[in-house]
Nanobody, 119 residues
């Protein structure tokens, strides 16, 4: 089993930066990806970014490409999301999860970490 714990959220003004962390405990599979997702108030959860365990492949939603950067530290079993040039529309609860080849998440959603961007 795998447990995922998100951290690093907080309140920031537009244009600011924030770095989120996702610590994974237990075994994960190198053939799968780790991803970040977010859910804004009144909206569905959406994909933000993903990275292969090797760190060789990354993927970004159009809304964050060029502003966010995902990375991974295999030794620490931790995935990071560096968020720059934050906008009010980035306000959401951010979650991490492992996904298979088809894009299906493999574990129960954690509590996430709240990011609030004010104008």
């Amino acid at each position: 089993q795998v447990q995922l714990v998100e951290s690093g959220g907080g309140s920031v003004q537009a244009g600011g930066s924030l770095r989120l962390s996702c610590a994974a405990s237990g075994r994960t599979f190198s053939s799968h990806n780790m991803g970040w997702f977010r859910q804004a108030p009144g909206k569905e959860r959406e994909f933000v970014a993903a990275i292969s365990w090797s760190g060789g492949s990354t993927y970004y939603a159009d809304s964050v490409r060029g502003r966010f950067s995902i990375s991974i530290d295999n030794a620490k079993n931790t995935v990071y999301l560096q968020m720059n040039s934050l906008k009010p529309e980035d306000t959401a609860v951010y979650y991490c999860n492992e996904a298979d080849h088809a894009g299906n998440v493999l574990h129960a959603w954690g509590r996430g970490t709240l990011v609030t961007v004010s104008s």
